[in-house]
């Protein structure tokens, strides 16, 4: 049989018999057969030329020895989310979802390093959907959190949480997600007042909290003062604390909430020694940004990003406004057993004229800086507080005080486990 090229400058077949035609479709079929048995392979593979990011949540479920894996696959179908690419994915934008499946790696009496403030379970709450609760962002798949490779990324090295009580909320939660696969001969926990060691003995790992509420120097860093009207703060260094910060390999560093008083913020250059005879009184956001740009200089003269990698956790809203999420009449965040479902949710007690300034002081700095976006997920989050749950001053509320919050609920503190732990979700993916 011969071919001929057409007038067209394309070929045709001549009329002889159609052999080469099937020979062709037979070729092809064995072709497109060895590309379905050989895709799987080529995608998954790290040294693909095509380098594909984007590999679909459906393989992962699909490898998965998981008992439920079989009753997932239809679901998984429709998933065309991509693996976690810190470049590629925006974690913030997504949605919570309810899954009963999902246990804590720990309990207020399972984990013996809880503050009594956060152990809400201990304390008395009844409910427990706010457990059980799975951050699912729109555009990628979030790892779930390995114990085991938490550690193992973490081998000789140290790890230091710097910032405030919500900040210390994220330490004790990684420390209780890790440390029940260690027998208790290979930890040790060392208490302190401002700075906290976890020992992972057998990784020689260490994961530590050092109390820094607004990183710069104040005077309420060792003996906290709690009237906001008596707090002076040295916005010009961090010296006292950051001697502290030398040597480590991963901090991680937040501050926010202590800002927030709603007063000016009293603030000194030089001395402490001029006691209020130096102090001027500051809006927030230029006391705020003065202080950050403090630590951004120690950062960017200090640290070196070829030892140390730097990363900062972004403001932990409050809920103390009920008519943010249209609850009128209702008590702050007491009694609330439900995120708010409202896409792009955004209430009060987030303040966009810090994230700016955050945005601002950070974009300018030498040293890279990896956000740990958690505001947007945590501000639907209004079921998740400590509320009437908690301590004030040493102690546990009294039954008079929990009937009463509107003045005495902490909309400000998370339970744990709760929230936080999938912050640490969000940190480990990063790592």
Same mark, same amino acid.
């Given at each position: 049989m011969s071919i001929a090229p057409s007038s067209s400058g394309t070929m045709k077949p001549s009329r002889g018999r159609p052999l080469l035609p099937i020979i062709i479709a037979i070729v092809c079929a064995?072709? #497109?057969?060895?590309?379905?048995?050989? /895709?799987?392979i080529t995608f998954l593979s790290p040294t693909?030329?095509?380098? #594909?990011?984007?590999?679909?949540?459906?393989?992962?479920?699909?490898?998965?020895?998981?008992?439920?894996?079989?009753?997932?696959?239809?679901?998984?179908?429709?998933?065309?989310?991509?693996?976690?690419?810190?470049e590629e994915c925006n974690v913030a934008n997504g949605k919570w979802v309810f899954n009963r499946s999902i246990k804590p790696f720990y309990s207020d009496r399972s984990c013996p390093y809880l503050d009594r403030q956060v152990s809400c379970v201990k304390n008395g709450r009844l409910d427990s959907d706010y457990r059980h609760w799975e951050w699912q962002p729109e555009d990628c798949t979030l790892p779930r959190f390995n114990q085991e490779l938490a550690?193992?990324?973490?081998?000789?090295?140290?790890?230091?949480?710097?910032?405030?009580?919500?900040?210390?909320?994220?330490?004790?939660?990684?420390?209780?997600?890790?440390?029940?696969?260690?027998? /208790?001969?290979?930890?040790?926990?060392?208490?302190?007042?401002?700075?906290?060691?976890?020992?992972?003995?057998?990784?020689?790992?260490?994961?530590?909290?050092?109390?820094?509420?607004?990183?710069? /120097?104040?005077?309420?860093?060792?003996?906290? #003062?709690?009237?906001?009207?008596?707090? #002076?703060?040295?916005?010009?260094?961090?010296?006292?604390?950051?001697?502290?910060?030398?040597?480590?390999?991963?901090?991680?560093?937040?501050?926010?909430?202590?800002?927030?008083?709603?007063?000016?913020?009293?603030?000194?250059?030089?001395?402490?020694?001029?006691?209020? $005879?130096?102090?001027? $009184?500051?809006?927030?956001?230029?006391?705020?940004?003065?202080?950050?740009?403090?630590?951004?200089?120690?950062?960017?003269?200090?640290?070196?990003?070829?030892?140390?990698?730097?990363?900062?956790?972004?403001?932990?809203?409050?809920h103390t406004r009920s008519e943010d999420w249209n609850r009128k009449g209702g008590l702050k965040c007491f009694n609330e057993t439900k995120p708010v479902m409202k896409k792009k949710h955004w209430g009060t007690g987030s303040d966009k004229r810090i994230m700016s300034v955050v945005n601002s002081v950070v974009g300018k700095m030498k040293v890279p800086i990896t956000f740990l976006n958690i505001t947007q997920i945590s501000e639907y989050r209004i079921d998740a507080h400590s509320s009437i749950y908690t301590e004030t001053g040493g102690r546990l509320l009294t039954k008079e005080e929990r009937a009463d919050p509107m003045h005495h609920a902490d909309c400000i503190h998370w339970c744990l486990p709760g929230v936080p732990d999938t912050w640490n979700q969000i940190f480990l993916a990063h790592l």
């Open positions: 064995f072709a #497109i057969l060895a590309l379905l048995y050989t /895709e799987t693909s030329i095509f380098k #594909i990011k984007s590999c679909s949540r459906k393989h992962t479920v699909i490898k998965s020895n998981d008992k439920t894996a079989e009753n997932n696959v239809d679901e998984s179908l429709l998933d065309d989310r991509f693996e976690f690419d810190p550690l193992k990324k973490l081998r000789n090295k140290r790890l230091l949480f710097v910032g405030d009580s919500l900040q210390r909320g994220q330490w004790q939660s990684l420390v209780c997600m890790v440390e029940s696969i260690i027998p /208790e001969d290979k930890k040790s926990m060392k208490p302190g007042r401002s700075h906290s060691v976890f020992k992972a003995k057998e990784y020689n790992a260490t994961i530590e909290f050092y109390w820094a509420p607004f990183l710069v /120097e104040s005077n309420s860093d060792e003996r906290i #003062i709690g009237d906001p009207k008596q707090r #002076i703060l040295k916005v010009d260094s961090v010296s006292k604390h950051a001697k502290h910060w030398l040597g480590v390999d991963i901090l991680v560093f937040n501050t926010y909430v202590w800002w927030m008083s709603g007063l000016r913020i009293k603030s000194l250059w030089g001395s402490f020694s001029n006691g209020e $005879e130096g102090y001027e $009184e500051l809006d927030a956001p230029v006391a705020y940004r003065i202080g950050l740009k403090t630590w951004a200089n120690w950062v960017d003269s200090t640290v070196n990003p070829n030892k140390t990698r730097v990363f900062f956790t972004t403001m932990s809203p409050t």
